[in-house]
């Protein structure tokens, strides 16, 4: 079950405030309800052909201040986890958007996001708390994930975490 908390792949960079309209625009939040289909409208406003690059389970998004602001529907971090995003690192992210990505099982990583540029390939390991910029050859400090947290990971979220365990503080 540890080998699903590390992660390998490369960095597609954006920028301050990504608000959660332009992670999946709003034309489709109530028209798909199917997450897998809805995750190939994912960032299709700032860049149309982004889902048709993006390399499921390689890619980190690497971003800088507010990451996630906007709207509390749980979509926009579904949609990223649908696509096969690895994990979202930021600066800092909107508090509800924080909360709603570890319900579904999101990784986010808040770290300083500045020296990470787009295409390189980063590795990230959430049992040490590491991150590497394989690239640059560089460790990067990330804040450190609190244990109930990473059993949500592991599990897929809250609720499939709930259904195995009962409640809080079992299979910690």
Do not use: W
Not at 52 to 80: C, D, H, Y
Not at 126 to 141: Q, S, V
């Amino acid at each position: 079950m540890e080998n699903e908390l590390r992660f390998n792949g490369f960095a597609y960079k954006l920028g301050d405030d990504v608000n959660t309209d332009l992670i999946i625009s709003g034309r489709y939040k109530f028209s798909i309800s199917d997450m897998k289909e809805l995750s190939r409208h994912i960032f299709e406003d700032q860049d149309p052909d982004f889902y048709k690059r993006l390399k499921p389970n390689e890619t980190f998004l690497v971003t800088g201040n507010n990451f996630g602001m906007g709207s509390s529907r749980e979509q926009a971090p579904l949609v990223i986890k649908c696509a096969g995003i690895n994990a979202v690192l930021a600066k800092s992210f909107a508090r509800i958007f924080y909360r709603n990505a570890f319900n579904v099982g999101l990784a986010l990583i808040e770290c300083d996001t500045d020296r990470i540029n787009e295409a390189d390939r980063l590795y990230l390991d959430l049992m040490t708390n590491t991150l590497r910029n394989i690239t640059k050859n560089e460790k990067i400090d990330i804040a450190p994930i609190p244990e109930v947290m990473k059993g949500f990971l592991r599990e897929g979220g809250v609720i499939s975490y709930f259904k195995k365990y009962g409640g809080f503080g079992f299979g910690l």
